[in-house]
């Protein structure tokens, strides 16, 4: 007579098939959550790494500059600047820089191009700028009457020239940037650097040169 033989149903071989599923389910998304968090710490580190590589050029380059282009469009967030030398006698010419934030939406490059206009610029300092509107020229000599005065246009009542406070003018750079997954990951870098070869006051009356 032959005895017994053991063995496992069915239903248990189906319930250890779900419970390993289950382990192995949790373990896999697990991992799959530590890649995408490494993958995103490395591209917000990248994205930082830019913005402050883009912001020594731009502080090195507008230290050693005189004016703007359109140094009458003052205390007015603009997504391009023209900068100009003294090496041109402070107008147009062959060391004349340009900068400006190009996209749509809420996601802009931030581009550099030796020439008067950013027009075919390809040389990118920074990518996921969350606005086109990162620079605000101040004029010598001038000052903003109160802490919300910024971007705020040329009236008195936010921007006073013409003070004697013979300060340099400068540019006012806002750099913000994000990759879209939430506001905690926004990395910001801002700065107003002086034109240091500029005047430091405009002729009697005049607030932009």
């Not at 490059?109 to 509107?133: D, E, I, M, N, P």
């Not at 000052?143 to 006073?160: C, D, E, K």
Request: net charge positive; glycine share 10%.
């Amino acid at each position: 007579m032959s005895g017994g033989e053991d063995g496992f149903t069915t239903v248990e071989l189906i319930t250890v098939m779900a419970i390993l599923g289950t382990v192995l389910g949790a373990l896999v998304a697990l991992f799959a959550a530590g890649m995408s968090s490494s993958a995103n710490q490395n591209a917000r580190y990248q994205s930082q790494q830019e913005l402050r590589v883009a912001m020594d050029r731009l502080r090195g380059e507008i230290h050693t500059a005189c004016t703007i282009s359109t140094p009458s469009t003052y205390n007015t967030a603009m997504s391009s600047v023209t900068i100009y030398y003294g090496t041109d006698n402070c107008v147009a010419g062959t060391h004349t820089v340009t900068w400006c934030a190009l996209g749509s939406g809420s996601t802009y490059s931030l581009y550099r191009k030796q020439a008067s206009t950013c027009t075919g610029a390809t040389q990118r300092f920074a990518r996921h700028l969350t606005s086109g509107t990162v620079f605000t020229y101040l004029p010598p000599n001038s000052h903003l009457v109160t802490s919300t005065s910024l971007n705020q246009g040329t009236s008195s009542s936010y921007i006073v020239t013409q003070d004697g406070s013979a300060a340099l003018a400068r540019l006012h750079v806002s750099l913000a940037s994000n990759q879209g997954r939430s506001n905690d990951h926004t990395y910001r870098l801002v700065g107003d650097i002086a034109f240091r070869t500029g005047p430091r006051a405009c002729a009697t009356g005049v607030a932009s040169c």
